[in-house]
């Protein structure tokens, strides 16, 4: 039983570029989000999904976008990076809306 | 939009001191979560409290949820090295339990 899997573990992007931040999970939970943590901030929401086919946007959506297609994939896409996007990313999954959250490893980026 | 406000940010303590970290929302809260983030690692779930004044404990960990429902507090008796790391607080914003909005986090330091 993996849990919650991101990938990749560590990324360098320079400014302009795209790429797909991985999510997946293995307990058949409805409930997927994205995160962002920054030193002294918290983790900030970016977007979550409530089901598959079913995305929303959390505090801080601007410069990601999300799909569900599947129970377990909840891929975060960065379309054109830009060096304010330099964080830590975590993905985490529940049982459903309200329930505990479990966590992946999370996924250091930086855009230069 | 809702706010949840972490105090202290940071809490040096020589081992076998206390801890106690408090946690306050702008708005009434449903329910509230609090977290651990060993350094380095990713938010592991701890506890969730739902009733107003309820108070859990798990060994030297003591969570209490305000009367009103806007504040919470962690108190950790004779701190270990074993509980160094971030104490994150969270609760639901607003009616959507999806949005889960998280405090700053108190880093917590254990001198042995």
């Known amino acids: 039983n993996a849990g919650v899997t991101q990938t990749p573990k560590f990324q360098v992007l320079k400014t302009g570029q795209s790429m797909t931040l991985q999510c997946a999970q293995d307990?058949?939970?409805?409930?997927m989000s994205w995160y962002r943590q920054d030193p002294g901030m918290g983790l900030r929401l970016i977007h979550y999904?409530?089901?598959?086919?079913?995305?929303d946007q959390g505090e801080v959506p601007n410069g990601y976008n999300v799909s569900r297609s599947t129970t377990e994939d909840f891929p975060l896409r960065l379309l054109s990076a830009a060096p304010s996007q330099t964080s830590v990313y975590f993905c985490?999954?529940?049982?459903?809306?309200?329930?505990?959250?479990?966590f992946g490893n999370g996924t250091r980026l930086t855009v230069t | 939009g809702q706010q949840v406000m972490q105090i202290p940010q940071y809490q040096h303590v020589q081992e076998g001191e206390d801890f106690t970290t408090y946690c306050n929302s702008s708005t009434t809260l449903s329910n509230i979560q609090w977290y651990k983030q060993r350094p380095g690692g990713h938010p592991v779930f701890l506890i969730q409290?739902?009733?107003?004044?309820e108070v859990k404990k798990q060994k030297r960990l003591t969570f209490q949820f305000g009367e009103a429902k806007k504040n919470s507090s962690l108190h950790i008796t004779a701190t270990q090295t074993t509980d160094v790391g971030t104490y994150f607080c969270a609760g639901p914003s607003g009616t959507s339990y999806g949005k889960l909005t998280f405090g700053q986090g108190t880093i917590l330091t254990v001198h042995p």
């Open positions: 307990m058949n939970h409805e409930y």
């Open positions: 985490a999954s529940s049982y459903d809306e309200g329930s505990p959250l479990h």
């Open positions: 409290l739902v009733k107003s004044g």
């Open positions: 999904s409530v089901g598959a086919g079913i995305t």
